[in-house]
């Protein structure tokens, strides 16, 4: 079972890397770690069990965050519509965007960073991922709104790029004209 102590901090040199394309159809090692990854999520997501093993709630994981040097992203969360997305994802990818960001008001998290960093984090506001599902079946997701930042935070994570580095250093609440706020 994934717990915290299994997952990377900040620093950790799978965090700063671009993680290697994962061969399709999956191996079943690579499908395994997948439904280990959606598992944690939906265990940090209950109460009683992140209790007992002292789990941060997440709405995604990304394979570097284990260590693991894999384009490999487990997503389970519900939007503030009550919209649900739970997903294994190999060699996510985003294939096209919207010109307009966005950012999330109340800025965002990580379970690979034990400190709150404050800021607006820049984001497209609409993105197109293409991947590959973890029954080895393509899938092509239009995404908007919350949805579109967690998918965004994730694939970040497969090419080194922490949620920090999308905050503006000199002016971490700068607003550019062309983003909108997701509350
Ligand atoms: C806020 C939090 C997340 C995504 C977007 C906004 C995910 C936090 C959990 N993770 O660290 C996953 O990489
Ligand atoms: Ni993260």
Do not use: W
């Not at 941060?56 to 649900?84: S, W």
């Not at 930042?149 to 250093?169: A, K, P, T, W």
């Amino acid at each position: 079972m994934i717990t915290m102590k299994d997952i990377v901090r900040e620093g950790h040199p799978s965090l700063e890397m671009s993680a290697e394309e994962v061969e399709t159809p999956l191996h079943h090692e690579d499908r395994e770690l997948l439904e280990e990854m959606l598992t944690f999520l939906k265990n940090s997501q209950d109460d009683e069990i992140a209790r007992k093993y002292d789990l941060r709630a997440g709405v995604g994981l990304a394979a570097p965050q284990l260590g693991i040097n894999k384009r490999l992203v487990a997503i389970h969360f519900e939007d503030f519509n009550g919209k649900k997305y739970s997903y294994g994802l190999v060699n996510p990818k985003i294939v096209s965007h919207s010109v307009e960001d966005a950012y999330l008001s109340s800025g965002e998290g990580c379970l690979s960073v034990d400190r709150t960093v404050e800021g607006y984090v820049i984001r497209h506001a609409r993105i197109t991922v293409k991947a590959t599902d973890m029954d080895n079946n393509p899938l092509k997701l239009r995404l908007k709104g919350y949805a579109a930042i967690v998918f965004q935070h994730e694939i970040d994570h497969l090419n080194g790029i922490m949620f920090y580095d999308r905050i503006n250093s000199k002016n971490p609440f700068a607003t550019p004209d062309n983003a909108k706020a997701i509350d």
